[in-house]
């Protein structure tokens, strides 16, 4: 039997045969494949970039907001201490004016 005639594969001629992968990972090849690509294509990329620099925007904007809750929370707390405290020792005096505790809040948020 000639060589011309033989149909099986020797093991040098495996690597150049393509592998079988299922669905899963031929997507996450794919998936990776198009990131490649538009990192190779000016325009791809610097939308990639927009993009990226966008996120990392809004997540700086989104800490922003939480601390700024937290600090007026905080101003809320302690003014609600306050008022307490002041009830507390003018119990036996007549009411303060609503007056006089808009001045406290206005004290506390323009520290």
């Known amino acids: 039997m000639s060589a011309e005639q033989d149909n099986s594969v020797s093991p040098a001629d495996d690597r150049y045969q393509p592998l079988i992968v299922d669905d899963a990972i031929e997507s996450t090849s794919q998936c990776d494949r198009s ?11 610097s939308a990639r970039i927009e993009r990226i620099r966008l996120s990392a925007r809004i997540a ?3 800490r922003a907001l939480e601390a700024s809750e937290r600090r007026r929370q905080a101003i809320v707390d302690q003014y609600e201490r306050l008022l307490a405290e ?5 119990d036996s005096s007549p009411c303060d004016s ?9 004290w506390l948020f323009d520290r």
């Open 35 to 45: 990131i490649t690509d538009s990192t190779y294509h000016p325009a791809l990329r």
């Open 60 to 62: 700086a904007l989104e």
């Open 86 to 90: 002041q009830m507390d020792t003018t």
């Open 98 to 106: 609503p007056s006089q505790s808009q001045s406290v809040l206005t």
